[in-house]
């Protein structure tokens, strides 16, 4: 079955350090988000990819970057880590067409000390 | 950026009672999904509404897309301890494809036996 998966689920970082989360899919989805989830806030739109290539920023970008060198994985980096990025991560994918639902995976919890 | 603002933040109810969860924004979307989160797990998709005024029903679960579809509601009947879970709404904006998703903060609901 095709599925998304996340790595890892968990992660404890310090202060300026470089953190990078894996994003993998099967489904062949062309789109590729990241999110993160904080308490009060929902799904902020982190960054996405519509392709091979292709990056865009979303909402809360500043200090994250992602590169899609494939169509399966999307990794998510934290250049030089800071505490307010701790909070749960989530990759998604979704077709191409309209309207078409988004996959979510399980999420990374990332703790910046 | 465009706001999803849901409530309430909080519901806390006895099984067999009926509520309504609201989703309002003050912009026009393409489409509105609905999609509910357990613990430790991503998002599902559980409805998309696309046409103002539309209904959709999902066996106790009614939702509605405003006429002017700039807001939402999800109606649950007789609630049961399985419907517990983080309910966020998402409104999806941009052109074709290339739609993104706005995410309200969510409305975690407690149904006791």
């Known amino acids: 079955d095709a599925e998304i998966t996340q790595s890892p689920r968990h992660k404890i970082t310090e202060t300026g350090r470089q953190v990078t989360l894996a994003c993998h899919q099967t489904?062949?989805?062309?789109?590729m988000f990241w999110y993160r989830q904080d308490l009060g806030h929902g799904l902020r739109l982190i960054h996405y990819s519509y392709g091979v290539h292709d990056t865009n920023k979303g909402e809360v970008s500043d200090g994250y970057s992602v590169s899609r060198s494939n169509t399966e994985d999307l990794p998510l980096t934290l250049e030089s880590a800071a505490s307010s990025q701790t909070s749960v991560y989530f990759c998604?994918?979704?077709?191409?067409?309209?309207?078409?639902?988004?996959?979510f995976g399980p999420g990374t919890r990332l703790t910046v000390l | 950026t465009q706001l999803l603002e849901q409530s309430p933040q909080f519901l806390s109810i006895q099984e067999g009672e009926n509520l309504t969860v609201y989703c309002n924004s003050s912009s026009v979307f393409s489409s509105l999904q609905w999609y509910r989160q357990e613990p430790g797990e991503g998002p599902v998709l559980l409805v998309t509404v696309v046409t103002g005024g539309e209904v959709k029903k999902l066996k106790r679960l009614t939702f509605q897309f405003g006429d002017a579809r700039k807001d939402s509601s999800l109606h649950i009947t007789a609630a049961q301890p399985g419907d517990t879970g983080l309910y966020l709404c998402?409104?999806?904006?941009?052109?074709?494809?290339?739609?993104?998703?706005?995410f309200g903060s969510g409305t975690q609901l407690t149904v006791l036996p």
């Open positions: 998402a409104g999806a904006t941009g052109p074709g494809s290339a739609r993104q998703l706005t």
């Open positions: 489904w062949n989805h062309n789109n």
């Open positions: 998604a994918s979704s077709d191409s067409g309209v309207n078409n639902e988004q996959f």
